[in-house]
C-alpha cells in the first residue's frame, strides 16, 4: 500500500521556468513532510520541509504548498536551472516514535538550457 | 565531517553470499535506517534502530538482518542474498532527544547486485 503517491514521474522544463511536483498522501497522522533532492551517484538530501499547521513555505526559489484538507502537498521550483537537474522524492513521517520517512515514487527533473 | 559512511559502495555477489553492509554516523544521532531504493518505488524501509542495541523491523525486513552493538554505527546483513535483493541500499540517521524533529542525513548508497 502506497501511502504517498507522486506525480509526474518525469518532468522536463525550460530554463526559467517553473517546475511543479505534486504528492498526496493517506495517513492523515503525519505531521512532517520534507522533500528531497537526490543526484546521481548521492544519497538524498533534504532540500525544504513543511508542518501541516502552514499553507505555505518559501526558501529561496523553492516553495512548498500545501492542503490540508484534500491531504496534499506540492513542491514549486522557481527559475529552475539546470542546476536544479535531479530526483525529487517526496516523503511524510511522524515526530515520534520512530520518525522513519514514507517516501513517494520520485519524479526525474530535467531542465534543459 | 563526514556525516554519514557507507562502505562498499560497490559489491556484485552470487545468490546464496552472504555480506554485510556498513553503515557509520559521527553526529550522535540516535536513530539509524537501512532503506533500500528500487526504481519507481521510492525509497522503503527495512529495518531501523531508536538506540544502542536496539532493532526493528520496517516495511520489508524479509531477509535482511542488523545490528546496533555501538551507537555510531549499523551493520545491515544478507545472510543468503537473492537477486531480489539487487538495489541500492541507503543508510540515514536523524534525532537527538530535546531538539525537535531534524531532518535524516543520508550516506551516498551501496550499490549491490546479486548474480
Known sequence: QQQVKQS???????????????????NTAFDYFPWYQQFPGKGPALLIAIRPDVSEKK????????NKS????????????????ATYFCAATLDTGRR?????SGTRLQVQP | NAGVTQTPKFRVLKTGQSM?????????????????QDPGMGLRLIHYSVGEGTTAKGEVPDGYNVSRLKKQNFLLGLESAAPSQTSVYFCASSYVPGQGIKPQHFGDGTRLSIL
Request: with cysteine.
Open chain 1, 8 to 26: 509526474p514521474q518525469s518532468l522536463i522544463v525550460q530554463k526559467g521556468g517553473i517546475s511543479i511536483i505534486n504528492c498526496a498522501y493517506e
Open chain 1, 59 to 66: 526558501e529561496g526559489r523553492f516553495t512548498i504548498s500545501f
Open chain 1, 70 to 85: 484534500a491531504k496534499q502537498f506540492s513542491l514549486h521550483i522557481m527559475d529552475s536551472q539546470p542546476g536544479d537537474s
Open chain 1, 100 to 104: 522513519a520517512l514514507t517516501f513517494g
Open chain 2, 20 to 36: 554485510t553492509l556498513l553503515c557509520a554516523q559521527d553526529m550522535n544521532h540516535e536513530y539509524m535506517y537501512w532503506y533500500r
